[in-house]
């Protein structure tokens, strides 16, 4: 079964700062995507960035890029610039390709973004 | 496009009781899947639907729990006989197949007293 490791419960950075998220998943697949949702307080988890496993360039969505390891089962998010609005929980997920392509997430990451 | 919708978002129920959660899938999506998120933890898979059919399910979904998607479009999950234990967010999302991107709705917080 593939396990996803959050190793960093809460995590803080200061506005127009750059921070980054680890994370680490066990798997014996070759072909897999990796995701980062973001969570933030009593709303809808939303997407923030995903990796397909056999892509061997990093992802980058605006301020979000990843840095994907695929040897080593390393997939961190980096913020750029942080905004007020990026504080959330932030969970990393890993899907198997095909089957019911169900997600498993990590425990999550708090960060808190300070003025 | 309405996103995916959760309804109740808050279900505070007494121990015994049986409750029952609604999902509305975005329209078109053909995958729906039901997540709970316990406190400090992140989404654990409960259960999957491939239009109608309940293709999987987590050994998470004991015997009280049942889910449905009649005619492949809204989903139900059922909790009977509700134990403090169940007391979580219980979160519903869609996808289509093909397309990587599962879409959440905002969850139905359970509180079991």
């Known amino acids: 079964a593939q396990t996803v490791t959050q190793s960093q419960p809460e995590m803080s950075v200061q506005e127009a700062e750059t921070v980054t998220l680890s994370c680490t998943y066990d798997?014996?697949?070759?072909?897999?995507?990796l995701f980062w949702y973001k969570q933030p307080p009593s709303r809808q988890m939303i997407l923030v960035i995903r990796?397909?496993?056999?892509?061997?360039q990093n992802a980058t969505e605006n301020r979000f890029s990843v840095n994907f390891q695929k040897a080593a089962k390393s997939f961190s998010l980096k913020i750029s610039d942080s905004q007020l609005g990026d504080a959330a929980m932030y969970f990393c997920a890993y899907r198997s390709q095909g089957g019911s392509e169900k997600l498993v997430f990590g425990k999550g990451t708090k960060l808190t973004v300070n003025p | 496009d309405t996103g995916v919708s959760q309804d109740p978002r808050h279900k505070i129920t007494k121990r015994g009781q049986n409750v029952t959660f609604r999902c509305d899938p975005i329209s078109e999506h053909n995958r729906l899947y039901w997540y709970r998120q316990t406190l400090g933890q992140g989404p654990e898979f409960l259960t999957y639907?491939?239009?109608?059919?309940?293709?999987?399910k987590s050994r998470l979904l004991s015997d009280r729990f049942s889910a449905e998607r009649p005619k492949g479009s809204f989903s139900t999950l059922e909790i009977q006989r509700t134990e403090q234990g169940d007391s979580a967010m219980y979160l519903c999302a869609s996808s289509r197949t093909g397309v990587t991107e599962a879409f959440f709705g905002q969850g139905t917080r359970l509180t079991v007293v």
């Open positions: 639907f491939q239009n109608e059919a309940q293709l999987e």
């Open positions: 798997t014996s697949e070759s072909d897999y995507y």
């Open positions: 990796q397909e496993a056999y892509k061997q």
